[in-house]
């Protein structure tokens, strides 16, 4: 799945949760083939978190939590406002289901 456009992963990704019995929306599209995905999970208690890929020094993949501080969906939301002012190519995808960073790896993030 590297070679994946980014929109080709967002979608699959949509679909598997939806297909987990979740709900997951597009908020914002970035660039077509090759954009970074900022993830806002939301799990059933409405705590959200904000995920995304990263990679280390070696090369290695890894899913790190964007301001862990924040749990209110509002206060992540101007996080990700602000960051795509300077990167438009950014994706945000939000997902409210239980299973999002397992499906995330396999779908969004997978090598």
Request: proline share 4%.
């Amino acid at each position: 799945m590297s070679d994946w456009p980014t929109a080709l992963r967002v979608n699959a990704f949509t679909r598997a949760v939806e297909a987990a019995g979740g709900s997951a929306m597009v908020l914002a599209r970035g660039d077509r083939d090759s954009g970074i995905v900022l993830l806002l999970a939301i799990d059933r208690n409405g705590n959200a978190r904000l995920l995304e890929r990263e990679r280390d020094l070696d090369g290695r993949s890894r899913i790190v939590r964007r301001k862990p501080d924040l749990a209110v969906e509002a206060d992540l939301t101007a996080y990700w406002c602000e960051r795509r002012e300077r990167d438009p190519d950014l994706w945000v995808v939000e997902a409210i289901v239980a299973t999002a960073e397992p499906l995330a790896a396999e779908t969004l993030w997978a090598d």
